[in-house]
Protein backbone atom coordinates (compact mmCIF):
# COMPACT_ATOMS: atom_id res chain seq x y z
CA UNK A 1 0.00 0.00 0.00
CA UNK A 2 3.09 2.76 1.36
CA UNK A 3 4.51 0.63 -1.71
CA UNK A 4 2.14 2.45 -4.28
CA UNK A 5 2.35 5.52 -2.76
CA UNK A 6 5.77 5.77 -3.03
CA UNK A 7 6.08 4.24 -6.09
CA UNK A 8 3.12 7.01 -7.78
CA UNK A 9 4.77 9.68 -6.15
CA UNK A 10 8.58 8.77 -7.51
CA UNK A 11 7.42 8.53 -11.21
CA UNK A 12 4.06 9.79 -11.93
CA UNK A 13 4.55 12.43 -9.39
CA UNK A 14 5.59 13.43 -11.20
CA UNK A 15 8.90 15.06 -10.93
CA UNK A 16 11.14 15.19 -13.83
CA UNK A 17 14.81 16.71 -14.68
CA UNK A 18 15.84 15.92 -18.31
CA UNK A 19 19.56 17.55 -18.61
CA UNK A 20 22.33 16.70 -20.93
CA UNK A 21 23.89 12.83 -20.75
CA UNK A 22 25.45 11.97 -23.61
CA UNK A 23 28.39 10.85 -21.27
CA UNK A 24 26.66 8.73 -19.05
CA UNK A 25 24.54 6.27 -18.23
CA UNK A 26 20.92 7.68 -16.93
CA UNK A 27 20.06 7.71 -12.76
CA UNK A 28 20.05 3.95 -12.33
CA UNK A 29 17.70 3.09 -9.75
CA UNK A 30 14.56 5.12 -11.39
CA UNK A 31 15.60 3.67 -14.26
CA UNK A 32 15.72 0.15 -13.28
CA UNK A 33 12.22 0.86 -11.14
CA UNK A 34 10.57 2.34 -14.16
CA UNK A 35 11.64 -0.85 -16.28
CA UNK A 36 10.20 -3.16 -13.12
CA UNK A 37 6.85 -0.94 -13.41
CA UNK A 38 6.55 -1.62 -17.24
CA UNK A 39 7.50 -4.82 -17.87
CA UNK A 40 3.93 -5.67 -18.71
CA UNK A 41 4.67 -3.54 -21.64
CA UNK A 42 7.38 -6.31 -22.79
CA UNK A 43 5.51 -8.92 -21.90
CA UNK A 44 2.33 -7.18 -23.94
CA UNK A 45 4.69 -6.42 -26.93
CA UNK A 46 6.13 -9.87 -27.44
CA UNK A 47 2.75 -11.46 -27.44
CA UNK A 48 1.32 -8.88 -30.08
CA UNK A 49 4.76 -9.55 -32.26
CA UNK A 50 3.88 -13.17 -31.92
CA UNK A 51 -0.02 -12.83 -32.52
CA UNK A 52 0.92 -10.92 -35.88
CA UNK A 53 3.48 -13.18 -36.97
CA UNK A 54 1.28 -15.98 -36.07
CA UNK A 55 3.87 -17.89 -34.22
CA UNK A 56 1.21 -18.70 -31.71
CA UNK A 57 -0.75 -21.23 -34.12
CA UNK A 58 -0.37 -24.81 -34.48
CA UNK A 59 1.95 -24.73 -37.27
CA UNK A 60 3.66 -21.80 -36.16
CA UNK A 61 4.65 -23.73 -33.22
CA UNK A 62 5.47 -26.62 -35.16
CA UNK A 63 7.13 -24.28 -37.62
CA UNK A 64 9.89 -23.59 -34.77
CA UNK A 65 10.29 -26.82 -33.86
CA UNK A 66 10.55 -28.75 -36.84
CA UNK A 67 13.04 -26.17 -38.45
CA UNK A 68 16.09 -27.19 -36.01
CA UNK A 69 14.90 -31.17 -35.87
CA UNK A 70 15.39 -31.10 -39.40
CA UNK A 71 18.35 -29.37 -38.92
CA UNK A 72 19.23 -32.35 -36.46
CA UNK A 73 18.72 -34.67 -38.89
CA UNK A 74 21.02 -33.18 -41.62
CA UNK A 75 24.20 -32.29 -39.07
CA UNK A 76 22.96 -36.04 -38.04
CA UNK A 77 23.54 -37.58 -41.40
CA UNK A 78 26.99 -35.33 -42.45
CA UNK A 79 28.51 -36.17 -39.32
CA UNK A 80 27.80 -39.86 -39.13
CA UNK A 81 29.45 -39.58 -43.21
CA UNK A 82 32.06 -37.33 -42.28
CA UNK A 83 33.51 -39.03 -39.16
CA UNK A 84 32.57 -42.80 -40.50
CA UNK A 85 32.16 -44.08 -37.05
CA UNK A 86 29.54 -44.52 -35.00
CA UNK A 87 28.88 -41.84 -32.94
CA UNK A 88 27.24 -42.04 -29.23
CA UNK A 89 23.42 -43.64 -28.97
CA UNK A 90 22.70 -39.86 -27.37
CA UNK A 91 24.61 -38.41 -30.18
CA UNK A 92 20.82 -37.41 -31.55
CA UNK A 93 20.10 -36.30 -28.73
CA UNK A 94 22.80 -34.16 -27.66
CA UNK A 95 22.29 -32.49 -31.11
CA UNK A 96 18.91 -31.40 -30.37
CA UNK A 97 19.48 -30.18 -27.17
CA UNK A 98 22.38 -28.34 -28.15
CA UNK A 99 20.43 -26.85 -31.68
CA UNK A 100 17.45 -25.51 -29.66
CA UNK A 101 19.42 -23.93 -26.66
CA UNK A 102 21.55 -22.23 -29.77
CA UNK A 103 18.49 -21.16 -31.41
CA UNK A 104 17.31 -19.53 -28.05
CA UNK A 105 20.80 -18.04 -27.83
CA UNK A 106 20.69 -16.58 -31.54
CA UNK A 107 16.94 -16.25 -31.16
CA UNK A 108 17.60 -13.32 -28.72
CA UNK A 109 20.39 -11.93 -30.99
CA UNK A 110 18.43 -11.13 -34.16
CA UNK A 111 15.24 -10.67 -32.39
CA UNK A 112 17.37 -7.89 -29.92
CA UNK A 113 18.84 -6.54 -33.28
CA UNK A 114 15.98 -5.50 -34.88
CA UNK A 115 14.23 -4.70 -30.99
CA UNK A 116 15.14 -1.11 -31.17
CA UNK A 117 14.76 -0.20 -35.27
CA UNK A 118 11.59 -1.48 -35.82
CA UNK A 119 9.90 0.44 -33.18
CA UNK A 120 10.80 3.62 -35.01
CA UNK A 121 8.11 5.27 -33.77
CA UNK A 122 7.17 4.43 -30.59
CA UNK A 123 10.57 5.97 -29.87
CA UNK A 124 9.91 8.89 -31.10
CA UNK A 125 7.05 9.80 -29.56
CA UNK A 126 7.24 7.98 -26.45
CA UNK A 127 9.37 8.39 -23.71
CA UNK A 128 10.45 5.10 -21.56
CA UNK A 129 13.29 3.01 -21.20
CA UNK A 130 14.09 1.11 -24.21
CA UNK A 131 15.63 -1.54 -22.28
CA UNK A 132 12.21 -3.10 -22.75
CA UNK A 133 12.31 -3.27 -26.39
CA UNK A 134 15.14 -6.02 -26.75
CA UNK A 135 13.95 -7.66 -23.29
CA UNK A 136 11.01 -8.33 -25.53
CA UNK A 137 12.87 -9.75 -27.69
CA UNK A 138 14.41 -12.40 -25.14
CA UNK A 139 10.74 -12.81 -23.97
CA UNK A 140 9.76 -13.86 -27.64
CA UNK A 141 13.03 -16.39 -27.76
CA UNK A 142 11.89 -18.36 -24.79
CA UNK A 143 8.35 -18.47 -26.18
CA UNK A 144 9.36 -20.06 -29.05
CA UNK A 145 12.02 -22.33 -27.04
CA UNK A 146 9.50 -24.20 -23.91
CA UNK A 147 7.67 -26.09 -26.89
CA UNK A 148 11.04 -27.49 -28.58
CA UNK A 149 11.91 -28.69 -25.20
CA UNK A 150 8.99 -30.80 -25.33
CA UNK A 151 10.33 -32.29 -28.28
CA UNK A 152 13.40 -32.79 -26.38
CA UNK A 153 11.95 -34.89 -23.96
CA UNK A 154 10.28 -36.98 -26.51
CA UNK A 155 13.37 -37.78 -28.20
CA UNK A 156 14.94 -38.34 -25.01
CA UNK A 157 12.45 -40.88 -23.94
CA UNK A 158 12.66 -42.73 -27.75
CA UNK A 159 16.45 -43.08 -27.81
CA UNK A 160 16.36 -44.71 -24.54
CA UNK A 161 18.28 -41.60 -23.50
CA UNK A 162 16.14 -40.86 -20.69
CA UNK A 163 16.13 -37.96 -18.34
CA UNK A 164 17.64 -38.04 -14.80
CA UNK A 165 17.23 -36.11 -12.17
CA UNK A 166 20.79 -34.42 -12.62
CA UNK A 167 19.00 -32.72 -15.58
CA UNK A 168 17.31 -30.56 -13.07
CA UNK A 169 20.40 -28.35 -13.12
CA UNK A 170 19.77 -27.85 -16.53
CA UNK A 171 17.59 -25.26 -15.90
CA UNK A 172 19.96 -22.88 -13.45
CA UNK A 173 22.22 -23.40 -17.08
CA UNK A 174 19.41 -22.52 -19.25
CA UNK A 175 18.81 -19.27 -17.00
CA UNK A 176 22.55 -18.35 -17.71
CA UNK A 177 22.49 -19.03 -21.46
CA UNK A 178 19.14 -16.39 -21.53
CA UNK A 179 21.15 -13.84 -19.35
CA UNK A 180 23.63 -14.43 -22.25
CA UNK A 181 21.05 -13.81 -24.45
CA UNK A 182 19.83 -10.39 -23.26
CA UNK A 183 23.45 -9.34 -23.01
CA UNK A 184 23.78 -10.03 -26.43
CA UNK A 185 20.52 -8.58 -27.40
CA UNK A 186 20.93 -5.38 -25.50
CA UNK A 187 25.01 -4.66 -27.89
CA UNK A 188 23.15 -5.71 -31.29
CA UNK A 189 20.19 -3.67 -30.64
CA UNK A 190 22.88 -0.38 -29.95
CA UNK A 191 24.81 -1.59 -32.83
CA UNK A 192 21.75 -1.69 -35.31
CA UNK A 193 20.88 2.02 -34.46
CA UNK A 194 24.41 2.74 -35.65
CA UNK A 195 25.34 0.13 -38.37
CA UNK A 196 22.08 -0.16 -39.72
CA UNK A 197 23.52 -3.42 -41.54
CA UNK A 198 24.54 -5.26 -38.47
CA UNK A 199 21.32 -7.56 -38.65
CA UNK A 200 22.86 -8.67 -42.31
CA UNK A 201 26.01 -9.95 -40.90
CA UNK A 202 24.42 -11.51 -38.02
CA UNK A 203 23.74 -15.23 -39.97
CA UNK A 204 27.41 -15.73 -41.15
CA UNK A 205 28.01 -15.24 -37.18
CA UNK A 206 25.63 -16.99 -35.70
CA UNK A 207 26.46 -20.13 -38.33
CA UNK A 208 30.20 -19.91 -37.55
CA UNK A 209 29.38 -19.31 -34.02
CA UNK A 210 27.15 -22.75 -34.13
CA UNK A 211 30.21 -24.74 -35.72
CA UNK A 212 32.46 -23.78 -33.23
CA UNK A 213 30.40 -24.41 -30.19
CA UNK A 214 29.69 -27.64 -28.36
CA UNK A 215 26.39 -29.04 -30.57
CA UNK A 216 27.93 -30.41 -33.13
CA UNK A 217 30.50 -31.62 -30.93
CA UNK A 218 30.86 -33.24 -27.39
CA UNK A 219 32.47 -30.65 -24.94
CA UNK A 220 35.17 -33.29 -24.24
CA UNK A 221 35.94 -33.99 -27.90
CA UNK A 222 39.73 -35.48 -28.25
CA UNK A 223 40.59 -31.95 -30.18
CA UNK A 224 39.78 -30.06 -28.05
CA UNK A 225 42.67 -30.45 -26.54
CA UNK A 226 44.82 -30.02 -29.46
CA UNK A 227 43.03 -26.08 -29.93
CA UNK A 228 43.91 -25.59 -25.87
CA UNK A 229 42.93 -22.91 -23.75
CA UNK A 230 41.57 -20.81 -27.21
CA UNK A 231 38.16 -22.56 -26.75
CA UNK A 232 37.17 -20.59 -23.43
CA UNK A 233 36.68 -17.84 -25.04
CA UNK A 234 33.98 -18.94 -26.64
CA UNK A 235 31.03 -18.02 -24.04
CA UNK A 236 29.04 -21.06 -25.54
CA UNK A 237 31.60 -22.99 -25.12
CA UNK A 238 31.11 -23.35 -21.56
CA UNK A 239 27.12 -21.98 -21.42
CA UNK A 240 26.51 -24.87 -24.10
CA UNK A 241 28.61 -27.53 -23.15
CA UNK A 242 27.00 -27.05 -19.55
CA UNK A 243 23.49 -27.51 -20.66
CA UNK A 244 24.28 -30.46 -23.11
CA UNK A 245 26.32 -32.54 -20.07
CA UNK A 246 23.74 -31.89 -17.65
CA UNK A 247 20.47 -32.53 -20.26
CA UNK A 248 21.59 -34.88 -21.56
CA UNK A 249 24.43 -36.82 -20.04
CA UNK A 250 22.88 -36.13 -16.58
CA UNK A 251 26.85 -35.68 -15.90
CA UNK A 252 27.66 -33.19 -12.72
CA UNK A 253 29.46 -30.69 -14.49
CA UNK A 254 32.80 -29.47 -12.77
CA UNK A 255 32.52 -26.27 -10.97
CA UNK A 256 35.02 -24.31 -13.14
CA UNK A 257 32.49 -24.72 -15.78
CA UNK A 258 29.48 -23.11 -13.84
CA UNK A 259 31.93 -20.44 -12.70
CA UNK A 260 32.79 -19.61 -16.76
CA UNK A 261 29.59 -20.15 -17.83
CA UNK A 262 28.20 -17.56 -14.94
CA UNK A 263 31.28 -15.01 -15.73
CA UNK A 264 30.68 -15.00 -19.49
CA UNK A 265 26.81 -14.41 -19.50
CA UNK A 266 26.65 -11.79 -16.24
CA UNK A 267 30.13 -10.30 -17.90
CA UNK A 268 28.07 -9.84 -21.25
CA UNK A 269 25.11 -8.34 -19.26
CA UNK A 270 27.13 -6.09 -17.76
CA UNK A 271 28.25 -4.65 -20.66
CA UNK A 272 25.43 -5.17 -22.72
CA UNK A 273 23.44 -3.37 -20.06
CA UNK A 274 25.93 -0.33 -19.65
CA UNK A 275 26.17 0.07 -23.42
CA UNK A 276 22.54 0.19 -24.16
CA UNK A 277 21.65 2.60 -21.34
CA UNK A 278 24.53 4.77 -22.21
CA UNK A 279 23.79 5.56 -26.07
CA UNK A 280 20.08 5.15 -25.36
CA UNK A 281 18.98 8.76 -25.24
CA UNK A 282 20.83 9.05 -28.57
CA UNK A 283 17.93 6.72 -30.11
CA UNK A 284 15.30 8.99 -30.45
CA UNK A 285 17.69 10.69 -32.51
CA UNK A 286 18.92 7.94 -34.72
CA UNK A 287 15.91 6.27 -35.75
CA UNK B 1 -3.98 17.37 -9.65
CA UNK B 2 -1.59 16.26 -6.40
CA UNK B 3 -2.41 18.19 -3.56
CA UNK B 4 -0.54 21.14 -3.82
CA UNK B 5 -2.24 23.69 -0.93
CA UNK B 6 0.70 23.46 1.47
CA UNK B 7 3.64 24.44 -0.91
CA UNK B 8 3.86 27.07 -3.23
CA UNK B 9 3.28 25.85 -6.82
CA UNK B 10 6.04 26.66 -8.89
CA UNK B 11 6.07 26.19 -12.77
CA UNK B 12 5.41 22.93 -14.21
CA UNK B 13 7.30 23.28 -16.65
CA UNK B 14 10.36 25.10 -16.60
CA UNK B 15 12.72 24.87 -19.39
CA UNK B 16 16.16 26.58 -18.74
CA UNK B 17 18.43 27.75 -21.36
CA UNK B 18 17.80 24.91 -24.01
CA UNK B 19 19.72 24.05 -26.56
CA UNK B 20 18.99 20.44 -28.31
CA UNK B 21 21.09 19.71 -31.60
CA UNK B 22 20.93 17.38 -33.74
CA UNK B 23 23.86 15.35 -35.68
CA UNK B 24 23.08 13.71 -38.66
CA UNK B 25 24.85 11.65 -41.43
CA UNK B 26 23.93 12.28 -44.83
CA UNK B 27 24.10 8.80 -45.39
CA UNK B 28 20.29 7.37 -45.45
CA UNK B 29 20.83 4.64 -42.94
CA UNK B 30 24.20 4.57 -41.58
CA UNK B 31 26.01 0.87 -42.16
CA UNK B 32 29.16 -0.36 -41.18
CA UNK B 33 30.05 -0.96 -45.05
CA UNK B 34 30.27 3.04 -45.20
CA UNK B 35 31.91 3.44 -42.40
CA UNK B 36 34.84 1.07 -42.73
CA UNK B 37 34.78 2.58 -46.86
CA UNK B 38 35.16 5.86 -45.27
CA UNK B 39 37.59 5.40 -43.28
CA UNK B 40 40.12 5.29 -46.25
CA UNK B 41 38.88 8.73 -47.06
CA UNK B 42 39.36 10.09 -43.74
CA UNK B 43 35.89 12.24 -43.87
CA UNK B 44 33.29 12.34 -41.57
CA UNK B 45 29.65 12.91 -42.65
CA UNK B 46 27.77 14.21 -39.92
CA UNK B 47 26.52 16.90 -39.92
CA UNK B 48 24.98 19.18 -36.99
CA UNK B 49 21.58 20.96 -36.73
CA UNK B 50 20.78 23.68 -34.10
CA UNK B 51 17.42 23.04 -33.91
CA UNK B 52 16.53 24.79 -30.64
CA UNK B 53 19.29 27.25 -29.14
CA UNK B 54 19.48 29.02 -25.67
CA UNK B 55 15.41 28.91 -25.07
CA UNK B 56 13.81 29.36 -21.40
CA UNK B 57 10.44 29.42 -20.09
CA UNK B 58 8.55 28.40 -17.73
CA UNK B 59 4.86 27.45 -17.67
CA UNK B 60 2.20 27.81 -14.84
CA UNK B 61 0.02 24.91 -14.27
CA UNK B 62 -3.42 25.14 -15.82
CA UNK B 63 -1.86 27.45 -19.01
CA UNK B 64 -2.63 26.95 -22.42
CA UNK B 65 0.88 27.26 -24.20
CA UNK B 66 0.98 27.91 -27.94
CA UNK B 67 4.07 27.32 -29.67
CA UNK B 68 3.92 29.10 -33.38
CA UNK B 69 6.74 29.43 -35.82
CA UNK B 70 8.05 28.39 -39.73
CA UNK B 71 8.61 25.01 -40.48
CA UNK B 72 11.53 24.18 -39.28
CA UNK B 73 11.66 26.84 -36.25
CA UNK B 74 12.59 23.86 -33.46
CA UNK B 75 8.85 23.48 -32.31
CA UNK B 76 8.57 19.92 -32.38
CA UNK B 77 11.98 18.91 -31.10
CA UNK B 78 11.45 21.22 -28.24
CA UNK B 79 8.02 19.64 -27.64
CA UNK B 80 9.74 16.40 -27.29
CA UNK B 81 12.07 17.61 -25.34
CA UNK B 82 9.86 18.37 -22.76
CA UNK B 83 8.31 14.62 -23.23
CA UNK B 84 11.47 13.27 -21.86
CA UNK B 85 12.25 11.99 -25.49
CA UNK B 86 14.98 13.95 -26.99
CA UNK B 87 17.96 14.85 -24.08
CA UNK B 88 18.42 18.85 -23.96
CA UNK B 89 22.38 19.35 -25.65
CA UNK B 90 22.70 21.76 -22.88
CA UNK B 91 20.43 22.97 -20.51
CA UNK B 92 17.75 21.78 -18.18
CA UNK B 93 14.20 21.01 -18.33
CA UNK B 94 11.94 20.54 -15.22
CA UNK B 95 8.39 18.78 -15.59
CA UNK B 96 6.04 18.12 -12.64
CA UNK B 97 3.50 15.96 -13.38
CA UNK B 98 2.35 13.07 -15.85
CA UNK B 99 2.99 13.78 -19.16
CA UNK B 100 0.99 12.87 -22.02
CA UNK B 101 1.79 13.37 -25.67
CA UNK B 102 0.22 13.94 -29.10
CA UNK B 103 2.68 14.58 -30.88
CA UNK B 104 3.04 15.28 -35.18
CA UNK B 105 4.16 11.46 -36.13
CA UNK B 106 0.65 9.81 -34.81
CA UNK B 107 1.38 8.00 -31.32
CA UNK B 108 3.33 4.91 -31.35
CA UNK B 109 1.11 3.19 -32.96
CA UNK B 110 2.12 -0.41 -34.84
CA UNK B 111 0.15 -0.60 -38.15
CA UNK B 112 0.41 -4.67 -37.84
CA UNK B 113 -1.53 -5.08 -35.16
CA UNK B 114 -5.72 -3.94 -34.32
CA UNK B 115 -6.13 -0.52 -32.52
CA UNK B 116 -7.39 -2.25 -29.32
CA UNK B 117 -4.28 -3.43 -28.75
CA UNK B 118 -2.26 -0.54 -29.73
CA UNK B 119 -4.55 0.86 -26.93
CA UNK B 120 -2.82 -1.66 -23.78
CA UNK B 121 0.67 -1.29 -25.82
CA UNK B 122 0.86 2.37 -25.87
CA UNK B 123 -0.67 2.92 -22.58
CA UNK B 124 1.48 -0.25 -20.99
CA UNK B 125 4.25 1.93 -22.89
CA UNK B 126 3.16 5.50 -20.69
CA UNK B 127 3.31 3.84 -17.32
CA UNK B 128 -0.12 2.56 -16.94
CA UNK B 129 -1.36 -0.28 -15.48
CA UNK B 130 -3.21 -2.83 -17.02
CA UNK B 131 -6.32 -2.46 -15.09
CA UNK B 132 -6.21 1.67 -15.75
CA UNK B 133 -6.47 1.21 -19.61
CA UNK B 134 -8.94 -1.12 -19.06
CA UNK B 135 -10.99 1.16 -16.89
CA UNK B 136 -10.56 3.83 -19.87
CA UNK B 137 -10.97 1.58 -22.57
CA UNK B 138 -14.46 2.02 -23.45
CA UNK B 139 -14.45 5.66 -23.12
CA UNK B 140 -11.60 5.86 -25.02
CA UNK B 141 -12.94 3.54 -28.04
CA UNK B 142 -16.28 5.71 -27.30
CA UNK B 143 -14.82 9.16 -28.48
CA UNK B 144 -12.45 7.77 -31.11
CA UNK B 145 -15.52 6.31 -32.84
CA UNK B 146 -14.09 3.64 -34.62
CA UNK B 147 -16.42 1.12 -34.24
CA UNK B 148 -15.75 -2.06 -35.47
CA UNK B 149 -12.05 -0.66 -36.86
CA UNK B 150 -10.87 -1.07 -33.09
CA UNK B 151 -10.19 -4.43 -34.01
CA UNK B 152 -8.89 -4.47 -37.41
CA UNK B 153 -5.03 -3.90 -37.93
CA UNK B 154 -4.13 -0.07 -37.94
CA UNK B 155 -3.23 -0.31 -41.58
CA UNK B 156 -6.15 -0.58 -42.53
CA UNK B 157 -7.49 3.02 -41.29
CA UNK B 158 -7.15 6.49 -42.84
CA UNK B 159 -5.11 9.03 -41.31
CA UNK B 160 -7.83 11.07 -39.78
CA UNK B 161 -8.86 7.60 -38.32
CA UNK B 162 -5.34 7.43 -36.84
CA UNK B 163 -5.38 11.03 -34.98
CA UNK B 164 -8.80 10.32 -33.95
CA UNK B 165 -7.33 7.25 -32.18
CA UNK B 166 -4.55 8.89 -31.08
CA UNK B 167 -6.27 11.93 -29.55
CA UNK B 168 -8.63 9.39 -27.68
CA UNK B 169 -6.27 8.39 -26.01
CA UNK B 170 -4.06 11.37 -24.96
CA UNK B 171 -6.70 12.69 -23.75
CA UNK B 172 -8.39 10.52 -21.25
CA UNK B 173 -4.77 9.15 -19.83
CA UNK B 174 -5.98 11.81 -17.24
CA UNK B 175 -2.60 13.84 -18.01
CA UNK B 176 -1.05 16.36 -15.80
CA UNK B 177 0.24 17.74 -18.79
CA UNK B 178 -0.73 17.30 -22.27
CA UNK B 179 1.50 18.18 -25.33
CA UNK B 180 -0.20 18.49 -28.54
CA UNK B 181 2.26 19.25 -31.62
CA UNK B 182 -0.21 19.33 -34.85
CA UNK B 183 -2.17 16.43 -33.98
CA UNK B 184 -5.16 16.93 -35.22
CA UNK B 185 -5.19 18.57 -38.99
CA UNK B 186 -6.45 15.10 -40.02
CA UNK B 187 -9.50 15.13 -38.32
CA UNK B 188 -12.92 15.83 -39.67
CA UNK B 189 -14.82 19.35 -38.69
CA UNK B 190 -17.03 17.15 -36.42
CA UNK B 191 -14.06 15.44 -34.66
CA UNK B 192 -11.76 19.12 -34.41
CA UNK B 193 -15.07 20.28 -32.95
CA UNK B 194 -14.98 17.52 -30.23
CA UNK B 195 -11.13 17.51 -29.71
CA UNK B 196 -11.34 21.15 -29.35
CA UNK B 197 -14.37 20.99 -26.49
CA UNK B 198 -11.99 18.08 -24.50
CA UNK B 199 -9.11 19.62 -24.37
CA UNK B 200 -10.93 22.49 -22.84
CA UNK B 201 -12.41 20.45 -20.19
CA UNK B 202 -8.99 19.70 -19.51
CA UNK B 203 -7.86 22.93 -19.12
CA UNK B 204 -11.18 23.73 -17.02
CA UNK B 205 -9.51 20.83 -14.51
CA UNK B 206 -6.34 23.14 -14.08
CA UNK B 207 -4.64 20.62 -16.37
CA UNK B 208 -1.68 22.46 -18.25
CA UNK B 209 -1.21 22.41 -21.74
CA UNK B 210 0.87 22.86 -24.76
CA UNK B 211 -0.51 23.40 -28.32
CA UNK B 212 1.79 23.53 -31.21
CA UNK B 213 -0.17 24.63 -34.70
CA UNK B 214 0.12 26.37 -37.34
CA UNK B 215 -3.47 27.23 -37.08
CA UNK B 216 -3.08 30.59 -35.76
CA UNK B 217 -7.12 30.81 -35.13
CA UNK B 218 -6.64 27.82 -32.54
CA UNK B 219 -3.60 29.05 -30.89
CA UNK B 220 -5.85 32.69 -29.97
CA UNK B 221 -8.84 30.92 -28.98
CA UNK B 222 -7.45 27.86 -27.14
CA UNK B 223 -4.47 29.63 -25.56
CA UNK B 224 -3.76 32.04 -22.93
CA UNK B 225 0.03 32.23 -23.75
CA UNK B 226 2.07 31.81 -26.54
CA UNK B 227 5.25 31.65 -27.75
CA UNK B 228 6.65 32.36 -31.50
CA UNK B 229 9.81 30.36 -32.41
CA UNK B 230 12.06 31.44 -35.21
CA UNK B 231 15.25 29.11 -36.36
CA UNK B 232 15.42 27.82 -33.17
CA UNK B 233 15.38 31.46 -31.03
CA UNK B 234 12.65 31.88 -29.03
CA UNK B 235 11.51 35.53 -30.46
CA UNK B 236 8.59 36.74 -28.08
CA UNK B 237 6.90 35.02 -25.60
CA UNK B 238 3.58 36.73 -24.50
CA UNK B 239 -0.49 36.91 -24.57
CA UNK B 240 -1.33 34.87 -27.74
CA UNK B 241 -2.93 37.75 -30.27
CA UNK B 242 0.17 39.72 -29.18
CA UNK B 243 2.46 36.79 -30.55
CA UNK B 244 0.52 36.18 -33.35
CA UNK B 245 0.43 39.89 -34.65
CA UNK B 246 4.45 39.74 -34.56
CA UNK B 247 4.83 36.62 -36.40
CA UNK B 248 2.19 37.58 -38.93
CA UNK B 249 4.18 41.12 -39.41
CA UNK B 250 7.21 39.40 -39.51
CA UNK B 251 6.63 36.65 -42.00
CA UNK B 252 4.84 39.28 -43.72
CA UNK B 253 1.42 37.49 -44.64
CA UNK B 254 -1.15 39.48 -42.69
CA UNK B 255 -4.13 37.57 -40.97
CA UNK B 256 -5.96 35.64 -43.75
CA UNK B 257 -8.64 32.56 -43.96
CA UNK B 258 -5.10 30.24 -44.69
CA UNK B 259 -3.23 31.33 -41.32
CA UNK B 260 -6.39 31.20 -39.01
CA UNK B 261 -7.79 28.00 -40.17
CA UNK B 262 -7.33 24.29 -39.47
CA UNK B 263 -5.87 22.62 -36.03
N1 LIG C 1 15.63 13.62 -36.70
C1 LIG C 1 16.24 14.74 -37.11
N2 LIG C 1 17.53 14.70 -37.52
C2 LIG C 1 18.16 15.81 -37.89
N3 LIG C 1 17.62 17.02 -37.94
C3 LIG C 1 16.34 17.15 -37.57
C4 LIG C 1 15.58 16.02 -37.13
N4 LIG C 1 14.33 16.42 -36.82
C5 LIG C 1 14.32 17.75 -37.05
N5 LIG C 1 15.52 18.20 -37.51
C6 LIG C 1 15.89 19.58 -37.82
O1 LIG C 1 15.65 20.39 -36.70
C7 LIG C 1 15.06 21.61 -37.05
C8 LIG C 1 13.77 21.80 -36.29
O2 LIG C 1 12.83 20.80 -36.64
P1 LIG C 1 11.41 20.67 -35.97
O3 LIG C 1 10.81 19.42 -36.44
O4 LIG C 1 11.56 20.85 -34.52
O5 LIG C 1 10.65 21.92 -36.60
P2 LIG C 1 9.13 22.37 -36.40
O6 LIG C 1 9.16 23.73 -35.81
O7 LIG C 1 8.35 21.36 -35.68
O8 LIG C 1 8.65 22.48 -37.89
P3 LIG C 1 7.21 22.17 -38.53
O9 LIG C 1 6.40 23.40 -38.37
O10 LIG C 1 7.51 21.92 -39.96
O11 LIG C 1 6.63 20.99 -37.83
C9 LIG C 1 14.89 21.57 -38.56
O12 LIG C 1 15.93 22.33 -39.11
C10 LIG C 1 15.04 20.14 -38.94
O13 LIG C 1 15.71 20.02 -40.15
MG1 LIG D 1 6.81 20.05 -36.17
Redesign the pocket.
Same mark, same amino acid.
Given at each position: MSNAAVLKDDYLGEYHVYEPHRAGLPPIRPYFRELWRRRAFAVELAKSTIRSTHHDTVFGVLWNVINPLLLAGVYYLLVAIISQATQPSDYFAHLLAGLFAFYFVAGCMSGGSASVTSAGRMIMNTAFPRMLLPLSAVYIAFRKFLPTMLVYLAVALITHVGVSTTALLAIPMFMLLMVFGTGMGLLLATAQVYFRDTASFLPYVTRIWLYVSPVLFYPDAKFIEKIGPLIHLNPLYSLLGGWGDLLVRGDLIPAWMWIEAALWSFGTLALGAVVFMSRERDFA?RL | MPSDSDKPVGPVISVQDVCIT?R?TFEKSPTLKDAVLRLGRRERSVRE?E #??KNVSFDVPQGSVLGII???? #??????VRAIAGILPPTTGRIVVRGKVSTLL?LGVGFNAAISGRENVLLGGLAAGYSRAEIADKYEEIAGFAELGDFMDLPMRTYSSGMFSRLAFAVAVHMEPDILLV??ALSAGDAKFKEKAAAKMAELVGQARTMIL?S?ALGTVRDMCNDAIW?NK?RLMIRSEPQHVINEYTRFVNVGESAYTLEDV
Open positions: V | YTV #AVGSNG #AGKSTLADEVHMG
